[in-house]
């Protein structure tokens, strides 16, 4: 939710410019998912009024298709730092101590790489689909690499929230949501 409560780092002080600077990304690109949603929400209304009224907006499908796309991989970051993600806990939640810390740095890790792919893989879907002028087969003809620069964006801002995490993890001055069951 945007607006919604980002657990600060501990060292996060007030005047801290590089926290503030993440924390203002990660809310921005939640904000912006909100906008995305209502977007949605406009293209669907449009459709149905559209119906109704017995005219026809062509491309609303693929535009309420593409805000939808845009808001879910711009939330990602927030929802990541705002200890929303689902965390399957079996294993580590019942480890405490330097075993928990080092499963936690190795899990963090192994999300820093995807996460790091994922933005990477996405970047090059857009440059690819600039470079091969590909379009959508709606009736509305755009250029899928305008769309698809929101999900780069989503992964890119999901990989700087993840590496954050991670840094913050190694540093030990990562902060635990209240739902984490950590044992120490």
Same mark, same amino acid.
């Given at each position: 939710m945007p607006g919604g409560r980002i657990i600060p780092a501990p060292e996060a002080l007030p005047g801290s410019g590089m926290r503030k600077f /993440?924390?203002?990304l990660y809310i921005g690109a939640a904000w912006l998912a909100a906008l995305f949603m209502i977007g949605v929400l406009? *293209?669907? /209304?449009?459709s149905i009024v559209s119906r109704v009224a017995g005219?026809?907006?062509?491309g609303t499908d693929a535009y309420a298709g593409y805000a939808m796309a845009g808001a879910g991989f711009l939330a990602l970051a927030h929802t990541l730092k705002s200890g929303e993600h689902i965390r399957v806990t079996l294993v580590i939640g019942r480890l405490s101590g330097r075993a928990r810390r080092a499963l936690e740095i190795w899990a963090l890790g192994v999300a820093a790489l995807l996460s790091g792919l994922l933005a990477f893989y996405a970047w090059r879907l857009v440059w690819q689909s600039h470079q091969f002028n590909d379009v959508s087969m709606s009736s509305d003809a755009t250029p899928l690499w305008i769309p698809q620069l929101l999900m780069g964006t989503g992964c890119t801002v999901l990989f700087i929230?993840? *590496?954050?995490e991670w840094i913050l993890e190694m540093l030990g001055r990562r902060r635990h949501t209240a739902g984490d069951t950590r044992h120490e």
């Open positions: /993440l924390d203002t406009a *293209m669907v /209304l449009l005219f026809h907006v062509p929230a993840v *590496m954050d």
